[in-house]
């Protein structure tokens, strides 16, 4: 079983940049794919992005595409989330999640992929 960790959330300005990480205890996340999801207060969890354990396949939200990056090292067992031009609409909690199926080629935007989940770190974006 594996256990996302993620971490670099923080509080930001408008315009301003976080890059957040999610390591692996556990199994390794490779031939998994990984992908990053966020809640805001009061509403539903959202995909932000998500990119395959052969990194070949990357999906972004429309709402972050040209903004956020991700990318993965698998030597480091470590998932990253590159965020620049944030907005006080980004502000979220971050959840890394893996999927439950061995598929190094593809990601998923479907939440219902994924079987585990990290505790989630917290974005706040000040206007």
């Known amino acids: 079983q594996v256990q996302p960790v993620e971490s670099g959330g923080g509080l930001v300005q408008a315009g301003g940049s976080l890059r957040l990480s999610c390591a692996a205890s556990?199994?390794?996340?490779?031939?998994?794919?990984m992908g990053w999801f966020r809640q805001a207060p009061g509403k539903e969890r959202e995909f932000v992005a998500a990119?395959?354990?052969?990194?070949?396949?990357?999906y972004y939200a429309d709402s972050v595409k040209g903004r956020f990056t991700i990318s993965a090292d698998n030597a480091k067992n470590t998932v990253y989330l590159q965020m620049n031009g944030l907005k006080p609409e980004d502000t979220a909690v971050y959840y890394c999640a893996t999927r439950s199926t061995y598929d190094p080629g593809t990601a998923s935007r479907v939440r219902g992929d994924y079987g585990y989940w990290g505790q989630g770190t917290q974005v706040t974006v000040s206007s």
């Open positions: 556990g199994r390794t996340f490779s031939g998994y794919g």
């Open positions: 990119i395959s354990s052969s990194g070949i396949a990357r």
